[in-house]
């Protein structure tokens, strides 16, 4: 049987890269694609929400990510019985890795994020990860014991008129991700992963550089550019559980 002719508006069968284990692609509209045909989702979102979640689920800790900031993200912080996250340099806890680092074990904090913690909320009840460079490979083992089919998902940043704006990091941690992964890959996820490779022994000076860890560093958060660049030294698999993220149970952080 002939397949029928579809137009740009209905073209799912050519953005979902249903023919790979592996496939890769960005913000809210790659989760639109991939989900369905995905077992399993991986977000990434290395400056900073992931980074964030690792640090703190290494720990002991819940991360309840939410997308929006201010009244709504305290309300639903004291309906959870959580802490709130506010701005960076802000409170005790933000979206700077650095202020999880003396969480303890037990506590519960509603973390606010457009992007990565934005993302995670839309994956359509898909068992969910959250992944950034110190956990990539943790992580790509953890989801493997789920599902096959992995949708890894770079979260991207926003320009001010709430475009995505794709950041390096991202697809980098999308590339180690999918380094870690077996199955076969779809282009765009070897795309990522051909760049992780060849990025892999740079990426401190890679995120200072960028972007994102520019914007970061003139803001006087380079500690948080500079634990977010460390590969592979935490072994927390973040998943998404009853709204929270906690630890899949595939081990505790290596280090600080």
């Given at each position: 049987?002939?397949?029928r002719?579809?137009?740009?508006?209905?073209?799912a069968?050519w953005?979902?890269?249903?023919?790979?284990?592996?496939?890769?692609?960005?913000?809210?509209?790659?989760?639109?694609?991939?989900?369905?045909?995905a077992?399993?989702v991986?977000i990434?979102?290395?400056?900073?929400?992931s980074?964030?979640?690792d640090?703190?689920?290494?720990?002991?800790?819940?991360i309840?990510?939410?997308?929006?900031?201010?009244?709504?993200a305290?309300?639903?912080?004291?309906?959870?019985?959580?802490?709130?996250?506010?701005?960076?340099?802000?409170?005790?806890?933000?979206?700077?890795?650095?202020?999880?680092a003396?969480?303890?074990?037990?506590?519960?904090?509603?973390?606010p994020?457009?992007?990565?913690?934005a993302?995670?909320?839309?994956?359509?009840?898909?068992?969910?990860f959250?992944?950034?460079?110190?956990?990539?490979?943790?992580?790509?083992?953890?989801?493997?014991?789920?599902?096959?089919?992995?949708?890894?998902?770079?979260?991207?940043e926003?320009?001010?008129?709430?475009?995505?704006?794709?950041?390096?990091?991202?697809?980098?941690?999308?590339?180690?991700v999918?380094?870690?992964?077996e199955?076969?890959?779809?282009?765009?996820?070897?795309?990522a992963?051909?760049?992780?490779?060849?990025?892999?022994?740079?990426?401190?000076?890679?995120l200072?550089?960028?972007?994102?860890?520019?914007?970061?560093?003139?803001?006087g958060?380079t500690?948080?550019v500079?634990?977010a660049?460390a590969?592979?030294?935490?072994?927390?698999?973040?998943?998404?559980?009853?709204?929270?993220?906690?630890?899949?149970?595939?081990?505790?952080?290596?280090?600080?």
């Open positions: 049987m002939m397949a002719a579809r137009g740009p508006g209905d073209g069968v953005f979902d890269q249903s023919a790979y284990d592996v496939r890769v692609e960005w913000g809210g509209g790659g989760v639109a694609s991939l989900c369905d045909g077992e399993v991986v990434v979102d290395v400056l900073s929400f980074t964030c979640v640090v703190a689920v290494g720990r002991g800790a819940a309840l990510p939410f997308a929006r900031s201010g009244d709504e305290r309300a639903y912080a004291r309906q959870m019985g959580a802490q709130c996250g506010g701005p960076r340099g802000e409170g005790r806890f933000s979206l700077s890795p650095t202020s999880f003396e969480i303890g074990a037990g506590e519960r904090v509603v973390l994020s457009p992007n990565g913690g993302l995670s909320l839309h994956t359509g009840g898909k068992p969910t959250t992944a950034c460079l110190r956990n990539a490979s943790a992580v790509a083992l953890a989801a493997q014991e789920v599902g096959r089919r992995i949708a890894v998902i770079a979260a991207g926003r320009w001010k008129s709430d475009a995505l704006r794709p950041a390096l990091e991202d697809w980098l941690g999308a590339g180690a999918v380094a870690a992964l199955g076969s890959r779809s282009p765009e996820a070897d795309g992963q051909v760049m992780f490779e060849a990025s892999a022994r740079r990426l401190p000076d890679i200072i550089g960028c972007a994102s860890g520019r914007q970061l560093v003139d803001l958060f500690d948080d500079v634990w660049s590969l592979n030294m935490s072994a927390c698999a973040p998943i998404l559980r009853a709204g929270a993220f906690v630890d899949a149970g595939t081990g505790r952080m290596a280090g600080t």
